[in-house]
T-cell receptor, first 111, second 115 residues
Framework: QKEVEQNSGPLSVPEGAIASLNCTYS??????FFWYRQYSGKSPELIMS????GDKEDGRFTAQLNKASQYVSLLIRDSQPSDSATYLC???????????FGGGTRVLVKP | NAGVMQNPRHLVRRRGQEARLRCSPM?????VYWYRQLPEEGLKFMVY????????ESGMPKERFSAEFPKEGPSILRIQQVVRGDSAAYFC?????????????FGPGTRLTVT
């Protein structure tokens, strides 16, 4: 079992729609959770961090964390073609230590 | 506020040569992490350093690879006697890791090609 699992996609989303990305993790001791966006040939860019159960919103992005189910998700509202990228889920245990990444979900937003 | 800086951005080495990758963290960040992304593979942790200390090197290959973060100057990832399998993108990230802030910010990466 992989430590952090994501559906590789591609997730095809019409422009203006909501993109929903999911991530599960195996280590119940995981404490910090992050979503990164990575364009092809570029470095990961931090989008969201979440540390406690519930929802966290930042602009068009909402992260949701459920530690009991070992599940973290990312919603992208009003998806734009510029959102087309690979989205990486990452966890740390304990907080501040190494990031363990999922394989990423490729998102394609079609005009 | 400058971001994480890495150089060189592209590095070509012949098999058997040494590669030195440099990383300067963001201002105010004292924690540096190195990650490697092999072609068509995910990001893998290599090493975590603070000034003059290696905190976690559990992801470093046992041979040929070393890392340092001296009191003055950038962090260095050194690969001796490179082989074709070392061809990858090497990313450095930094974090303030204080006041409950654990986010890691990535530099642009160094693309290493071994010929």
């Amino acid at each position: 079992q992989k430590e952090v699992e994501q559906n590789s996609g591609p997730l095809s989303v019409p422009e203006g729609a909501i993109a929903s990305l999911n991530c599960t993790y195996s280590d119940r001791g995981s404490q910090s959770f992050f979503w990164y966006r990575q364009y092809s040939g570029k470095s990961p860019e931090l989008i969201m961090s979440i540390y406690s159960n519930g929802d966290k919103e930042d602009g068009r992005f909402t992260a949701q964390l459920n530690k009991a189910s070992q599940y973290v998700s990312l919603l992208i509202r009003d998806s734009q073609p510029s959102d087309s990228a690979t989205y990486l889920c990452a966890v740390t245990r304990p907080a501040g230590n190494k990031l363990t990444f999922g394989g990423g979900t490729r998102v394609l937003v079609k005009p | 506020n400058a971001g994480v800086m890495q150089n060189p951005r592209h590095l070509v080495r012949r098999r058997g040569q040494e590669a030195r990758l440099r990383c300067s963290p963001m201002k105010g960040h004292s924690h540096v992490y190195w990650y490697r992304q092999l072609p068509e593979e995910g990001l893998k942790f290599m090493v975590y350093l603070q000034k003059e200390n290696i905190i976690d090197e559990s992801g470093m290959p046992k041979e040929r690879f070393s890392a340092e973060f001296p009191k003055e100057g950038p962090s260095i990832l050194r690969i001796q006697q490179v082989v074709r399998g070392d061809s990858a993108a090497y990313f450095c990230a930094s974090s303030p890791r204080n006041r409950g802030i654990y986010e890691q910010y990535f530099g642009p990466g160094t693309r290493l090609t071994v010929t």
